[in-house]
Every structure is written in C-alpha cells, then in structure tokens.
C-alpha cells in the first residue's frame, strides 16, 4: 500500500492555506501504471498535477471538489 | 494500453496533437498564448516542453496574419493547428478563414489543398459577456468548404482532432469552454471520459445516439448534449422516453441518424448554444421536412439563443441560454403534454 | 508642470483607480473560495485589473473634457475613473445589476458612458476605428473635441490598429493614441510578440510624431500628453504616445502566471507610480501631506460608496435580455 500525497512544498500554505482537487484521471478502483497522472489539485489559481508514485489499485480518499493541504492522502495505491 | 483513465477534453485534444505531432513533422501549431500558457482553455498543454518553440509557436495578437500563415503553411505542404483563442474573435480574421482556408481548394480545381486545423473555443454560462460567450456554429457551418466539428465529451474530441490534423481539407474544431474540463470552470461530469492512449480517429459526419428512447428525439451538441440528457433524465421520471442525438460535426451533417431516429419518434426537438434564427436548428428542421414532412407527428421545437447578444448579467445570460428545464418543456410541448 | 489642482486631481485619480482595483480583486474572490470557479459569486466572468498602470489614465485624462472621446480596451477600469464615468453605476454594471451603466448588459469589459463620452470593449484594439471616427466626427462638427484611443502594447501588432493609425494620419484628425505597455500580452512578454522595441517608433510611418515614456512616469507623461492633446485641438493631427507601465495583477484574475518571472511584481511595486507622484508632489512643496491624504481619503470614499450600491442594487429581471437589441 501506498500514499499519494500532496507534496509539503507543492504550495505555500501560509498564503493559501487550502486547495481542492479539481480532476481525477481515474475512478476508484482503477488499476494504474506507476508515474500516471492521477489527479489535479487546484490552488488559488494554480493547478498541480499528481503523479502515481508506485503502481496498484487506486482508493480515493479526496474526491473531486474536497479540499486537500500540504502533506494531505489524497489517494492510496493498492498493490497486487 | 488500458482505457481506465479519465482525460478531460483540454488533456485530450493535447493528447491528440502530440501523438501527429510526434508521428507527423509537418503538424505544428501556434496562437496566442498556446506555449508558455499551454493554451488558456488548456488545449495544448505540455506541447511547448515536448515540441520546442519552432513547432509550438506562440504568435502576437494578430490572427488575419497568422491564421493566413496557417493557410500559406498549409498550402506549402504543412499540417499547421492554428487557435484563435475565443471564436467571437473571428471578427478580426474572417477573410483569412472563409475567403482564403476555405475557398483555395476549390479556386484552384482541387489543384491546391488546405490541411489545417483551426480551433476555437466556444460558450458562455459563466458571465464573459456578448465577444466572449458566442458558439457561433452556424457561422462556420454557412460557408461552403470548411470542415466543422463540435465535441461534447472527450473520447469524441481526440478521435475528431486527430482526424482533423489528417484531414486535408480546412477543419474548424470548435470546442466548449464549458467542456475542458479546467480547474477554474465548471464542466459536467460526462464530458471527462475514458480515453484510450494510443492515437485513433473519429469520421466526421457520424452522429451518436448518446440515449435511445422511442417518444422524441432531441438533436443537439457540444455542450447542449448534457442539457439534453439532463432533460431526457428528468422526463424519463414522467415516462417520456426521449432519443439524445449528439451530432459531432456540423459540417459534414449526418442527416440520416437525425432520419432514422424521428421516423422512429415522430418528435423532433433541436436545441443549439448558437443563434436562433438562421441557424442549426432551422437547418436540421429543414432537412427533415424536405426529406418527408409526414415523418413529423407534431410541429417541431427549438431552444437556442433568442437573436440577442449574449448578456453578462447571470439571470439574463441563464435566459437566454437553453437548460434542461426549457429543453424538457420544449419537448412536453411536442408531445401535447404541456402543462 | 502641472499646476497643484492638476497634481492633486491625477493622484485623486490615481489612488482612486488603484482602491478600486485592489477592491475588487477581494469581491471578485467572493463565492469562488475554496474553488476558484469563474462563473461564480458576487462578480463572474473574466476580471482584468489595471493596479500599477494609473499613470496612464491620470496623466493623459487630465488633459480631457468631457466632450472628448476616449475608447479603452478590456482593461478598462482606470481610464474610465479618471475620464469620469459614474462610479456607482460603473460597478453596479460590474456586478450585473439593473442600475448599471448598461443594465447588466455588457460587464466590466463593456462599459459606455455617454455623459462623457467613454466607452470600452473585450476585442483587442477595437477601440482604434472608434476613436478616429469620433474624431471625424467632430472635425466635421467643427467642434475641437479630440479622441484619445487606448491600446495595449499587444494590440500595436493587430491589423486594426494600423488601419486606424493611417486613417488618423492621412486625415489629420485630433486622435491621441496612447499605448499602454505592461509588458506582457496576457502571456507572452513584448520581446516575443513586437518586432521592435520601441512601438513609438511606427508613428512616423503614419506621418504623426510619436513620443515614448519610461517607467510609468506620471510627470512626464502628464507633459507629452498636453503637447499630444493641444496639437490635436489645434487641428494639427494625431499623435501616438507609448507609456512602459506595470501590470500588478494577472492578465485575469484567475491567470495562476506561471509565465512571470519570480520577484518581477515585487521589484515594479517598489517603485509604484502613486507613490512616486506624492513624493514629488510633497516635495514641490506646494502641496501639504494633509492635502494629499484628504484626497486620498476622498478617493477611497467614493469607491467604498460605490461598491456598497452596487451591492444593495436588485438583479435585473430574466426577460430584460431581450431589449435594447435595436434603438
């Protein structure tokens, strides 16, 4: 199993606190290849793509429109 | 590859580009802001990182002089993909598209051909106003040697565009702001699909029956298609059973699904983003009745922009664009169940 | 120089243009929180703010009466504050109520005035034929009413643009074409889109002088655009200024601008064009700190009025779309 996390950097949290994702490239449950893009997030008003860091079976854990920080799961991959 | 995955339209016609892009050096592409921004409705995307600054040209604000170049390109064996960035800027360019892209394949006897690809972003319902809101299908659709097409969802805009790049005629690709799929505009949830990875094409003239249903049939595309289903979705509750036809392409016009289907139904209700009068709807009205006026049961309806420009106040622009409840309405009418 | 009513008036202008903008940068935020969707909340659609380009507008508007014609672009906001269009029902057409300038009809982007003779609109440098027709017309008046036409740096390089340059120049009439060059067309900086750098240079291919102004310099432009006015009143002919000025926000709010360098915004504030102007004002000494604060403070009181009647202003009603599409 493993985490898909917003990345601590990905924005600065003290001037925007909150983003939200805005798209999931995958359903809940989609088996996806390390490296595909999963998600995008939206902050303020710039948008960050998510990557799959390992292949697996995609869990959601923020679906589209929920609000994401620095360092949120957004997803868990499932592996075999 | 596997087809799991869910691309919005914007990541699917960038899609579709890089793939010719990378098998065809002739295709290249350039707008304004369609490098560094990636496009402002997100339609190329990546391609300036893929592809450099020669191929992904980024242009001034001067669309008569580069969508002319697209046509010189064209002419001199390119496959240039041309954006003007909001297809009510047409204004300031229209020679180039309709007098020259257009017309040179014919002018010259069919000695000369035109291969480019000109896209534009269509749509209101967000509050941009009368020159940023317009469709304009009817426009394009008009003039005699341009090929049109007008997406509702993604798997159709990769296969359309990519048959757009390899087509050799002039193809304008209208697409839906509403429809990209951006982070900061509102989009419905079936127009993102699943979109195989590899490169495929879509023929342009064929219609798809996004809903079967025996009562009526609603003609419509782009955006309206999901207008649509939402009305076929609420009538359904009172037991209509309404036929969803998503035209695809405007040019060519698949007449003989829009036919079949109201030989079928005896009910025809057009509904269109553009125009009213003058327009797709009266177009595919006619083409029906000339064909046989008996296949009708009941007059027709259409639901379009009531020959206003766009206003940008949200209670007048949300009047005058067709919504499910006016396209369910519109279609009780046509059933005699007007309440 | 400027006599001290002027000064005061072009920071009036100025301050006024800026709260305004830095306003609605806040409204405009209002119900497209946590997600940022342009169709949503107290004021939708695109939203294009003019902070750091008032010099523009106060330096060459100063110069105008109300007869005068001036066109703006999208970017509008500033130029119709200092040409005097009327504030409240200004924002009250911004945030699409029934009072607006236009009853809702046109937004920011489309905003007419004919008290004073204002109008913009969305498409680039659309306003060029406009403003040399207006200009026509009063010469054929035989009024010395002048037009001033508002451009873009990106607009230079748009067909119409020259057409309208020609037209001015080969008719003699009493246009001012004033250039403002934030730098970047929407994304895409000067460098990538002009083949020269100096746009003013192009005025002598249309047989008008042209003038260029560094660094979103109010006092300077205040005096070339004096000249530029007087000749076109005098019945000499047009004239095409370009002004470098600052764009401090994106090219819509909602542009992430990822294409901007890191620290450009910050290095521009540092020299904001308002604060320049009050420190050469204070310093000419004939004007007092107190004297600039109350018009200030006056500025900030009319926009502060003006958003709160647009707020309390009724929505028009659904079927008003269909009028006014014929006089």
Known sequence: MTDVTVPEDLWDANKTPEGIVANWFYSDGAEVPEGATLAELMVEKSSFDIAAPAAGTLRIVVPKDGTVRPGSVIARLESG | MSSNRQLTVSRAMAEAIALEMRTDPSVFVMGEDIGTYGGIFGATAGLLDEFGEERVRDTPISETGFIGAGVGAAMAGMRPIVELMFVDFFGVCMDSIYNLAAKNTYFSGGNCKVPMVIMTATGGGYSDAGQHSQTLHATFAHLPGMKVVAPSNAYD???????????DSPVV?????????????????????????EAYTLPFGEARVVRAGKDVTLVTLSMMVH??????????????D???IDLRSLVPLDRETILQSVAKTGRLVVVDEDYRSYGLTAEVIASVVEKDPGLLKAPPQRLAVPDVPIPYSRPMEQFVLPNAETIAAATRITLGKAG | MPSKAQLLWMYEAMEKARYYEDTMATVYMEGKQPKFDIGAGTVPGEMHLAAGQEPCAAGVCVHLRPEDTVTAPHRPHHVAIAKGVDLNRMTAEIFGKKSGLSGGRGGHMHLFDPAVNFACSGIIAEGT?????????????????????????????QGATHEALNLAGLWKLPVVFVIEDNAWGISVPKSKATAIADTSQRAAGYGMPGHHVADNDTLALFEVAGEAVARAR????PSLIEVETYRYYGHFQGDP???RPKGEVEALKAKDPIERLRKAMLEGGEITAEEADAARDRARQEVDEAYAFARAADYPAPEEALTHVFA
Do not use: C
């Not at chain 3, 005098?234 to 002919?237: A, D, K, S, Y």
């Open chain 2, 157 to 167: 805009a990769k296969g359309l565009m990519a048959a757009a790049i390899r087509d």
């Open chain 2, 173 to 197: 690709f209208m697409f839906h702001k509403g429809l990209q799929g951006l982070a900061w505009m509102a989009s419905p949830e079936e127009a993102a699909t699943a979109v195989p990875e």
């Open chain 2, 227 to 240: 207008r649509a289903m939402d009305a076929a979705r609420a009538l359904e509750k009172d037991g209509i």
């Open chain 2, 242 to 244: 309404a036929e969803v």
């Open chain 3, 129 to 157: 034929g406009p403003a040399v027709g207006a200009a026509l017309a009063a010469k054929l008046k035989g009024s010395d009413a002048i037009s001033v036409s508002y451009i873009g740096e990106g607009a230079a390089n």
């Open chain 3, 234 to 237: 005098r019945g000499e002919g």
């Open chain 3, 257 to 259: 601008e990822l294409y």
